[in-house]
């Protein structure tokens, strides 16, 4: 079987050559078959969805029998996720600006209010709250509403804030892989009564060709890191200053200087989930946040609603370019 990688940057030195959603290559480290169709859609593994009659995307506010899914969306090659509503407006203006693509900005989803999405060009933006139960929810219904609007190719990247380990404030990690509160790199989902553990993996290829977007003259820096995803704010970050604490300063120290020791980068609350569904769903996915801190040093966000505003900007420039490219590359031949 030949290669079917869309690469969207031809390949540079010492770069994966493959996408990890390229079948192949999808199949030979997975060891099952690639879930996805000849046509580069996204095949779902769940035969219990032919039965149903309509499909009703409940948080997202759309069905398969009263909107027209491959009419709205066949076009989406990106998806953008990211904790708020309001940051993911911004994104989709942003993103408007650099692609130069009129967006009305309505929010697609709003009459479920859960959740908000909008959609500029090729590229939706999609919030998904705070934590891991409330990012699934709505990447669940993401993957089969591109399923159903029969999307090709899709790749996702989930644009977060976090708290960074060794590094300064205001810089960039692009999420290698993500680590659960045990420090194993994988999502722990309990099925019927039994803990499913799935892999927590992102998509090297895509990090380097990220990460070669990134400016030399860029005002912050760029890390290439494992993110750990915790269940929680306080305790689940060894924070000090959560309402429980029955550790000590040199426990959390221990601690996040083991985190180090191992390759983490940084501290989100979604990472493991929103790898592991999307590489199940053979989809290429990664993570890129900016700290809001320095774990190292404390455990309060104290910089100012203007700082941090500018500072959440840095991982929507990062991807804008990427996404631009594509554009150039693929879209304007
Ligand atoms: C980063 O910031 C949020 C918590 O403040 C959470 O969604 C995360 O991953
Ligand atoms: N988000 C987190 O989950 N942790 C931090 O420290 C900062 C933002």
Not at 14 to 24: A, F, I, K, L, V
Not at 56 to 65: A, P, R
Not at 146 to 162: F, K
Not at 203 to 228: H, K, W
């Amino acid at each position: 079987m030949t290669c079917n990688c869309d690469y969207i940057l031809p390949t540079a030195a010492g770069w994966q050559s493959h996408y990890d959603n390229c079948r192949p290559h999808w199949e030979m480290t997975n060891g099952k078959p690639c879930p996805k169709n000849e046509d580069r859609t996204i095949r779902l593994q769940n035969p219990h969805l032919a039965a149903l009659e309509c499909d009703v995307l409940y948080h997202l506010g759309l069905d398969t029998k009263n909107y027209d899914l491959p009419a709205m969306f066949g076009d989406v090659k990106f998806v953008c996720m990211g904790g708020t509503k309001l940051r993911m407006r911004e994104l989709a203006r942003y993103l408007g600006e650099v692609l130069q693509t009129p967006t009305d900005l309505v929010n697609i989803t709003k009459h479920s209010h859960r959740y908000a999405m909008y959609k500029v060009g090729p590229v939706l933006c999609v919030n998904h709250g705070i934590g891991i139960p409330s990012l699934t929810i709505v990447l669940e219904e993401v993957i089969k509403l591109l399923h159903y609007a029969r999307a090709r190719d899709p790749v996702i990247i989930r644009v977060g804030t976090s708290g960074g380990l060794g590094i300064p404030a205001g810089s960039v990690v692009i999420s290698a892989g993500a680590f659960n509160g045990t420090l194993e790199q994988v999502y722990d989902i309990p099925v019927m009564g039994k803990v499913r553990k799935l892999p927590a993996v992102f998509d090297r290829r895509l990090n380097q060709e990220l990460q070669s977007l990134v400016p030399d003259d860029a005002e912050y820096r760029t890390f290439c890191g494992i993110t750990m995803a915790a269940n929680e704010f306080y305790r689940g970050q060894a924070r000090l200053d959560g309402p429980f604490c029955d550790y000590t300063a040199a426990d959390k120290m221990a601690f996040l200087s083991r985190l180090v020791s191992l390759g983490v980068r940084n501290i989100e609350m979604e990472a493991t989930a929103f790898a592991a569904i999307t590489h199940e769903a053979g989809m290429r996915a990664t993570d890129v946040c900016v700290t809001y801190l320095d774990r190292l040093k404390g455990d309060q966000v104290t910089p100012s609603a203007e700082t941090l505003a500018s500072w959440q900007k840095r991982p929507m420039e990062v991807i804008g370019k990427y996404i631009k490219k594509y554009c150039e590359l693929k879209l304007k031949k």
